[in-house]
């Protein structure tokens, strides 16, 4: 069973609000993804981790979405400026490697309703 | 962009059926393809990979893959309404980015 922990569960924000979210990967897992699933059902890559350096990312990631995973404490994906459309599962992976060929482990979600 | 196509959107098998699912990218430069399995409310989990062409099985579950064609199939034999679940291809293309389809809705009916 995967150990990726994510909080919080569940987040409720008005339009133009802050909201933030953390992820903690599974131990010696030096990778951390994060996707955003909508309604539809549909993933979305925003941006991955190595340690704490950015692999890769989106655009929509470069202009209201900010992340990061400082040592020693959790990774965090922050919208700066929520609108309707952000509402979404956000979902946080890790894994051993960026690569493919490294399966990925899901934690459970944050759920993001924006009014 | 790469994309990775899913088909058919929903699958409805009677129990102990066999289920197909398939998946295309339209990026030759795939290295791999992951096979994950969602039950409604719950995060995604692995069942199966493969990077090379041919077939693997794993109990009730076979995947193909096809790398000229760049297409894999997931086949779940005796089906089980506990296979009821959105199931989603994710390719990966040496960018460390792994692309996901939409998925495909299975309904295994008893």
């Known amino acids: 069973n995967s150990k990726v922990i994510q909080t919080p569960r569940y987040l409720v924000k008005g339009q133009g609000q802050k909201a933030k979210m953390r992820c903690i990967p599974e131990k010696g897992h030096p990778v951390v993804f994060w996707y955003q699933q909508n309604k539809n059902n549909e993933f979305k890559f925003l941006i991955n981790?190595?340690?704490?350096?950015?692999?890769?990312q989106i655009d929509m990631t470069e202009k209201r979405f900010s992340a990061e995973c400082p040592s020693n404490s959790p990774c965090s994906l922050e919208i700066q400026s929520s609108e309707a459309g952000d509402s979404a599962l956000y979902l946080c992976?890790?894994?051993?490697?960026?690569?493919?060929?490294?399966?990925?482990?899901f934690g459970p979600g944050t759920r993001l309703t924006v009014l | 962009q790469q994309k990775v196509q899913q088909s058919p959107e929903s699958l409805i098998v009677p129990e102990g059926g066999m289920a197909s699912l398939n998946c295309t990218s339209s990026d030759r430069n795939v290295d791999y393809f992951w096979w994950y399995r969602q039950h409604s409310g719950k995060s995604p989990k692995m069942l199966m990979?493969?990077?090379?062409?041919g077939e693997k099985e794993e109990g009730r579950f076979t995947v193909h893959l096809n790398k000229a064609s760049l297409h894999t199939s997931l086949h779940i034999r005796d089906s089980q309404p506990s296979d009821s679940a959105l199931y989603l291809c994710a390719a990966d293309t040496n960018a460390y980015k792994v692309i996901f389809g939409k998925g495909t809705h299975l309904h295994v009916l008893p």
């Open positions: 981790f190595q340690n704490q350096e950015v692999l890769q």
């Open positions: 990979s493969i990077f090379s062409n």
């Open positions: 992976a890790s894994s051993l490697s960026g690569r493919g060929y490294a399966e990925q482990f």
